[in-house]
């Protein structure tokens, strides 16, 4: 069953966080087949906080094989490069945001590189802060008003990373390699690495540093995060696979099934079987489709 997926107003990140906080949005549905999701690797870090009931989930498909499940309110991750996997109720709710991975120490305190890809509590991190927000984001009376929690929440967090005496940013040139790196037009490795001033290894430790990761994957990561969007979008319009890899930077059709076998644990089309009924009719693709 697809199950009805809740029309939620648009949620606004507060303008302080704009560069913190690519995007938040609500998710409720009702009248799915229980069963489980594959959260994917992308380009963000993933912050979801789960309304009526903890979000299940394990970091790998063979850890949830093996039984492992975290139950928790808030979970948050790093740059992740496996699919993890997500224990989807017949009833779901919750708010998801997509954390900025350089420069996310503005917000969290750490970078993104500190946060754990494995099974952790996002209250090691957070501390008291995780049951604050969960006890707003519950009493909350609608969405906007939840969405209010999660931005006071967020606001906390950026005023606490403020005050800690090893906070500090990336580089302006760790930022503008990020851009040039992962953007629409993304550019080779060396050559972002002359325009920011660095060796191509010192850009290397420096990202890793920042992010967990060297670039040659952040911009693996950022091609594929655009084409698993654009395999569902493609699904709903008739277009093929091999249209696809050619618009998302792919050499050929199966250039992009092999990058979904690393990163989803499927082939396009397998996934796409398995996932698609979950997303048909979510915004934006809803939990269903982001990573986790």
Request: aromatic share 4%; no cysteine.
């Given at each position: 069953m697809v199950g009805a997926w809740e029309h939620l107003p648009a949620a606004r990140v507060p303008a302080p966080l704009a560069r913190h906080v690519v995007a938040m949005d609500g998710y409720s549905a009702?009248?799915?087949?229980?069963?489980?999701?594959?959260?994917?690797?992308?380009?963000?870090?993933?912050?979801?906080?789960?309304?009526?009931?903890?979000?299940?989930?394990?970091?790998?498909?063979?850890?949830?094989?093996?039984?492992?499940?975290?139950?928790?309110?808030?979970?948050?991750?790093?740059?992740?490069t496996r699919?993890?996997?997500?224990?989807?109720?017949?009833?779901?709710?919750?708010?998801?945001?997509?954390?900025?991975?350089?420069?996310?120490?503005?917000?969290?305190?750490?970078?993104?590189?500190?946060?754990?890809?494995?099974?952790?509590?996002?209250?090691?991190?957070?501390?008291?802060?995780?049951?604050?927000?969960?006890?707003?984001?519950?009493?909350?009376?609608?969405?906007?008003?939840?969405?209010?929690?999660?931005?006071?929440?967020?606001l906390r967090l950026a005023a606490r990373a403020d005050r800690s005496t090893s906070h500090h940013g990336p580089s302006p040139e760790v930022e503008e390699a990020w851009r040039l790196l992962t953007g629409p037009a993304p550019r080779a490795v060396a050559d972002v690495a002359d325009t920011v001033g660095y060796s191509r290894r010192r850009l290397t430790q420096l990202?890793?540093?920042?992010?967990?990761?060297?670039?040659?994957?952040?911009?693996?990561?950022a091609r594929f995060d655009t084409a698993r969007r654009e395999v569902v979008a493609a699904a709903a319009a008739g277009s093929s696979l091999a249209q696809v890899a050619a618009r998302t930077g792919y050499y050929d059709q199966s250039h992009l099934a092999r990058d979904f076998h690393e990163f989803a644990g499927l082939g396009p089309s397998a996934w796409l079987a398995a996932e698609f009924p979950?997303?048909?009719?979510?915004?934006?693709?809803?939990?269903?489709?982001s990573s986790a």
């Open positions: 009702e009248g799915l087949a229980p069963g489980v999701h594959r959260g994917l690797p992308s380009a963000g870090l993933t912050l979801v906080l789960g309304l009526g009931r903890p979000l299940r989930t394990a970091p790998t498909e063979q850890a949830w094989v093996d039984g492992v499940r975290d139950a928790q309110w808030v979970s948050l991750g790093g740059l992740h699919a993890a996997m997500v224990e989807q109720p017949d009833r779901w709710a919750g708010v998801q945001l997509t954390l900025h991975p350089v420069g996310v120490r503005r917000l969290l305190g750490v970078p993104a590189s500190d946060l754990p890809v494995g099974s952790w509590d996002a209250r090691d991190l957070l501390g008291p802060e995780v049951e604050r927000v969960v006890e707003e984001l519950h009493a909350a009376p609608d969405w906007p008003g939840r969405y209010a929690a999660v931005g006071r929440f967020l990202l890793t540093a920042e992010t967990g990761h060297g670039p040659k994957t952040l911009q693996r990561l979950n997303v048909q009719g979510a915004p934006g693709g809803g939990a269903a489709t």
